[in-house]
């Protein structure tokens, strides 16, 4: 039935899609504010004409929520579906093969029947748009036996300021069974896999100051501590010969895995080889007597992200530069705490620094790791919504992203998650040409009223 339904309306989810994907709705960047309000204008839009009821735009001091339900019944369960309309920056334009905000089909490798290059094709609009029209199939046909509230945001990828402080105010109206989410991958096509964590993340902004002005690198250079040569070797120093990162006590709160949980994390079908040449590199890098599933699953990072300073315009100017930059991430995983991770690395940075240049640490946004269940009620009904669309039985693994108000749900509404992800690693998240595979737009659009199936049905037992 459902596929019967995917079948007749296949251009126009595709259709509707597009038009989502042509909004640039950047959260990061200011300029694109009303761009940002004009997807969730949109989510709201096709929420109401898919049936749900008191659809509305929350406004926050940044970016609004979309909220709507569709309440059958108080007494049954209820499922809230958590996603976010907002996209990462699309900058540098010219590495991408086609417009960002003009979305386009075309076959890749691993996505043989096509796939919509756009930014936010995978994170997260397809993948939240999936939900809407499944939503639509189950309202028309009456296949809906549970409540359902979505709750979409727009600051998701600048790590959800208003979201936390707006499910605190707003408990009862959230009150649900649990939160599904699909804004995480699947390990390939044909190896459908729920993830059942994800890690946190500590942010920070450090500043290296040296000489109070630019100087002449010829007057000055060899006798003045150059604060991009100090900021690069402070960097380099994080990790030892073994890649094991240095700053005093990172590791202490890391809940280390048990032989049969190690074991279990691996049964994860991996290909090396295939990982190598996705991303054209010789080898692949981490901490030393881990392997790439585990580096990115159950091991915690430390990686700049960007470092500027100096000059860096055409040609050339000849200074030693007053200051540099660098913005770096640290993922965690259970159970560090981010607080607790940033405050040592502002230590550790203090402390390393030669007391020729001053420096300062400034935190940005953070978040907590989290375990998903994977014997949960709910858990189970995805698992088996998968091996009716797929044929096979979901994998659980280990996602190595963050979505830093899973772990706010928990703490502050009492729900567990059900990480329902539809992408691959491989479809160019937060890079250019992103893209989401056609089949996997349609699988997720297929599996998610056989989720809410399930659950009904085992919740009532
Ligand atoms: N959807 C991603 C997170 C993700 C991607 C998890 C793939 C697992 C697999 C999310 O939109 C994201 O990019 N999160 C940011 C969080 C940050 C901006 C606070 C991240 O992980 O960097
Ligand atoms: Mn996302
Ligand atoms: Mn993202």
Request: glycine residues 8%; aromatic residues 10%; contains cysteine.
């Amino acid at each position: 039935m459902i596929k019967e339904y995917i079948d007749i309306n296949r251009q126009r989810f595709l259709d509707e899609l597009f038009d989502l994907l042509r909004i640039p709705s950047i959260s990061a960047d200011s300029a694109y504010n009303e761009d940002v309000v004009k997807a969730a204008e949109f989510i709201k839009a096709k929420l109401i004409e898919a049936g749900a009821d008191k659809v509305e735009l929350f406004p926050t001091e940044g970016h609004p929520i979309v909220y709507g339900e569709k309440i059958f019944d108080p007494s049954l369960p209820t499922v809230l579906v958590y996603g976010h309309y907002d996209v990462q920056p699309a900058v540098p334009l010219e590495l991408w093969d086609t417009p960002p905000f003009e979305p386009t089909i075309r076959k890749t490798e691993v996505h043989p029947d096509g796939a919509i290059f756009a930014r936010g094709a995978c994170d997260d609009k397809g993948q939240v748009y999936m939900h809407v029209k499944a939503f639509e199939y189950m309202m028309k046909n009456n296949k809906l036996a549970c409540n359902v509230k979505f709750m979409i945001e727009g600051e998701e990828e600048v790590g959800s300021p208003n979201l936390g402080p707006f499910c605190i105010k707003n408990k009862e109206m959230l009150k649900a069974d649990v939160v599904l989410i699909s804004d995480t991958s699947m390990i390939a096509n044909d190896i459908p896999s729920i993830d059942s964590g994800l890690r946190g993340l500590s942010y920070v902004e450090v500043e290296v100051t040296g000489p109070n002005r630019d100087l002449h690198s010829g007057v000055y250079g060899g006798a003045v501590a150059n604060p991009i040569n100090i900021l690069a070797k402070m960097i380099a120093s994080m990790h030892d010969e073994n890649n094991h990162i240095t700053i005093p006590g990172f590791y202490d709160q890391v809940l280390e895995l048990t032989a049969d949980e190690r074991t279990a994390l691996n049964k994860a079908p991996f290909d090396l080889e295939a990982y190598k040449k996705d991303l054209n590199i010789g080898d692949v890098w981490g901490e030393t007597g881990f392997n790439t599933l585990e580096r990115t699953g159950i091991r915690p990072t430390l990686d700049c992200n960007g470092i500027w300073g100096g000059y860096t315009g055409e040609g050339s100017k000849t200074v030693l530069p007053s200051k540099a930059f660098a913005k770096i991430s640290m993922r965690l995983v259970p159970n560090q705490d981010s607080h607790t991770i940033t405050e040592i690395f502002k230590k550790h940075f203090e402390s390393i620094a030669p007391a020729g240049v001053k420096v300062e640490v400034r935190p940005h946004h953070g978040g907590e790791p989290v375990v998903t269940p994977i014997d949960s009620v709910a858990y189970l009904a995805a698992e088996k919504a998968m091996e009716t669309s797929f044929g096979k039985t979901p994998i659980p693994t280990r996602g190595g992203g963050s979505i830093p108000i899973v772990a706010l749900f928990e703490k502050e509404l009492g729900l567990k998650s059900v990480l329902f992800g539809f992408g691959l690693d491989s479809d160019a998240l937060h890079s250019p040409n992103e893209h989401y595979g056609i089949f996997n737009y349609l699988k997720g659009i297929e599996t998610i009223p056989y989720f809410y199936e399930n659950f009904a049905k085992m919740k009532a037992n």
